[in-house]
């Protein structure tokens, strides 16, 4: 009996077991913890390319969504701003190479990444004065580009199918016209998705 579960173990944490060569799909969500931002709740979707030997890549394109107080301050002549609150969106288009580190069912891998960044906030002002209640809405973008360090482990199921859990860290600035300044990207993320 005793030999039997230790058998299973053996199996299921050791054995070779490699993906197959092939251009797939991987589908994930994550949780980030940015410097300056309330943790975001995203997802991402990409195309994976993976090769007989150690070395794989990726392109894909990642979400990320949090609300809190806006970049942007808008001042209106006369009037007290009073809440400055914005919806914003954090979107990553990614190309990343990763390199798997040993050849098992469990398969632990490490990988860096080039992203390019496209922010977008939804402020809403409210302002007030004595007898008035002003309320203003502004949209405002920006772009610019992070960089990614990766650390992860994949469970392959079976050749095409793996279960992907990954550590990112992510280093960057995005240019924001309404500030006329850049905003620093620096934070972490963990994912959890599929490969097939």
Known sequence: MITSIFISISFIFCSPYIEEERV?????????????????????VGIIFVTDGNLGASIGFSLLRNKGESIYRESLGGMELTSALSSRYI????????????QKRFTPFAGAGVNWIYFHEQSKFVYHAPGWIITSWKNNQGTGFCFSAVLGIRYILKPS??????????KGK???P???DNVKIDGLSISIGIRI
């Open 178 to 180: 309404a500030i006329k």
């Open 91 to 102: 979107t990553f288009t990614t190309f990343e190479l990763n390199y798997t580190l040993a």
């Open 161 to 170: 199918f793996a279960i992907e859990n990954k550590l990112e860290l992510i």
């Open 24 to 44: 797939g799909v991987e589908f994930s969500l994550c949780n980030a913890f940015i410097k300056g931002f309330k943790p975001s709740i995203g997802s991402s």
């Open 174 to 176: 995005f240019y924001y």
